[in-house]
Structure formats: C-alpha cells, structure tokens
T-cell receptor, first 113, second 110 residues
Framework: EAQVTQNPRYLITVTGKKLTVTCSQNMNHEYMSWYRQDPGLGLRQIYYSMNVEVTDKGDVPEGYKVSRKEKRNFPLILESPSPNQTSLYFC????????????FGDGTRLSIL | GQNIDQPTEMTATEGAIVQINCTYQTSGFNGLFWYQQHAGEAPTFLSYNVLDGLEEKGRFSSFLSRSKGYSYLLLKELQMKDSASYLCALHSGGYNKLIFGAGTRLAVHP
C-alpha cells in the first residue's frame, strides 16, 4: 500500500531533550516536506527536500533540522525542543511535477513541557 | 508574498449543497489544490485546478478564476461524513511548495 509513515504518533517530552520524528515513504517520491499545524494558522512548511542530499528551509525552520540521506526517509530533528514547538506535525511527499498532489502521513502530536 | 483567505466555519444540512470559497493573492500562480482533513487525521487530496473553469469529481467540484484570484469547492448531496476541514492550497513558485489557507471547518447536520 502506498503510504507515508511517521513515528511516533504521539510524544510528550520536556524542554531541551533532543528528539527525532521519522518519516518514510514507499512511493519513490523525490519531494518530501515537513509541516506543522496550529489552530487558526493552517499548515506551515518547516523544511523540504527535492532529492537526496538536497534540503532547504520552508517558512518556519527555526529550531528544526532535517536530513535526506536516502530517498525514502526524511527525519525531523528537534535538537533542543521548547514549548512553542508543541504542535501537530505532518510529513508529506510527492512527485516533483507541479500538478502532483502531496501525500500526507498520519501526523505526530508533540507536546513539549 | 502570498495570502489565502477562507471562511473559518460553515454549517450545512445533510443532502444539501455547500460552496466553500477561497480567495488568494500571489505574485506567481502554478495551480490550486483542495484537501479534506478530518479532525486529527491527515489531509487528503480532493482536487487540482490550474486552468479557469470547473473540475468535477463525483459529488465534489472545484472552480477556479485566475483573473479574480478566486476558487471554490462545491459539495453536493452532503453526507454526515463530509463534516471536516477543507484546505485551500496555492502552488506558487518554482518547486512543489504549497501555501495553505487556515481551512474551513464544515459541520453537516441531519
């Protein structure tokens, strides 16, 4: 089944404790992206990648890192999480053509205390 | 820059028709997507418009007017399961970047 898989689905942690949210897709998509979703603000892009070893900042990259060592994986790293990073996070992937829809993972709900 | 506006909430009756509007301003336009998102779940793709006019897909249709910076999603024969948020997303720029509106939360009542 074609899918984008994120882990964990839920995480409660404390300020400053490094964490990684994994994202994997099995559709051979070149493009992958991370979003955060906050009430009233919609989905905002954190980082994106157009291919292996090619990543770039989205609209809200501060406090986050990503890597793209393999085509299928695009982990999101919070080196020193803070409470303002409490949010619902989605990973998405798509083919590179502009008319291709993005496929979203089921989301990761992070709470930083 | 880009800006997208959608109504925050709408209500409708089961079996009726509802139109969800989306207006946008952008310096470059490559297409407009509509996604459906049930509470706590992933957004799922509904439709894509790049040319002016109406695209129909079963009970859902989407319309685009590029000159007016306007799109709408039309849902016919509403069902209770259509209660969800509907996200308008603008594709603008040289890569796959999407700018999302805040979404319209639709509640369908019996």
């Amino acid at each position: 089944e074609a899918q984008v898989t994120q882990n964990p689905r839920y995480l409660i942690t404390v300020t400053g404790k490094k964490l990684t949210v994994t994202c994997s897709q099995n559709m051979n998509h070149e493009y992958m992206s991370w979003y955060r979703q906050d009430p009233g603000l919609g989905l905002r892009q954190i980082y994106y990648s157009m291919n292996v070893e090619v990543t770039d900042k989205g609209d809200v990259p501060e406090g986050y890192k990503v890597s793209r060592k393999e085509k299928r994986n695009f982990p999101l790293i919070l080196e020193s999480p803070s409470p303002n990073q409490t949010s619902l996070y989605f990973c998405a992937s798509s083919l590179l053509a502009s008319n291709q829809p993005q496929h979203f993972g089921d989301g990761t709900r992070l709470s930083i205390l | 820059g880009q800006n997208i506006d959608q109504p925050t909430e709408m209500t409708a009756t089961e079996g009726a028709i509802v139109q969800i509007n989306c207006t946008y301003q952008t310096s470059g336009f490559n297409g407009l997507f509509w996604y459906q998102q049930h509470a706590g779940e992933a957004p799922t793709f509904l439709s894509y418009n790049v040319l002016d006019g109406l695209e129909e897909k079963g009970r859902f249709s989407s319309f685009l007017s590029r000159s007016k910076g306007y799109s709408y999603l039309l849902l016919k024969e509403l069902q209770m399961k259509d209660s969800a948020s509907y996200l308008c997303a603008l594709h603008s720029g040289g890569y796959n970047k999407l700018i999302f509106g805040a979404g319209t939360r639709l509640a369908v009542h019996p």
